[in-house]
């Protein structure tokens, strides 16, 4: 079997990759993926690197962000479906008017 040669990071680059999640708006799964990176690995070194208080914050800013994404895209469905109601019954009463 062959074994995987572990990549080793600087801590200059894990700093830069911190404070790139810190200063955009982007969550850590999307840093990570940005640089080749597992999510898990980046959180691992924001909790080395961070106050504990610090990552819990942004743990819940990026659930909250999913959440109102989710609640956002519920939304464009329902106001498609009127849409579309809408646009049937213009075509109904359209016809009805000739």
Do not use: C, H
């Not at 080793?8 to 982007?26: G, H, P, Q, R, W």
């Not at 106050?51 to 329902?78: C, F, S, V």
């Amino acid at each position: 079997m062959k074994k995987r040669n572990k990549k080793v990071y600087t801590e200059e680059f894990k700093s830069e990759a911190i404070k790139m999640v810190l200063e955009t708006n982007d969550s850590v799964p999307k840093v990570a993926e940005k640089l080749g990176l597992k999510a898990s690995q980046l959180y691992n070194w924001m909790k080395s690197q961070r106050l504990p208080g610090e990552i819990t914050d942004m743990i819940n800013k990026y659930k909250n962000d999913a959440q109102e994404i989710k609640q956002l895209k519920r939304q464009i469905a329902r106001l498609e479906q009127e849409k579309e109601i809408l646009k049937k019954a213009a075509a109904y009463f359209a016809k009805e008017a000739l």
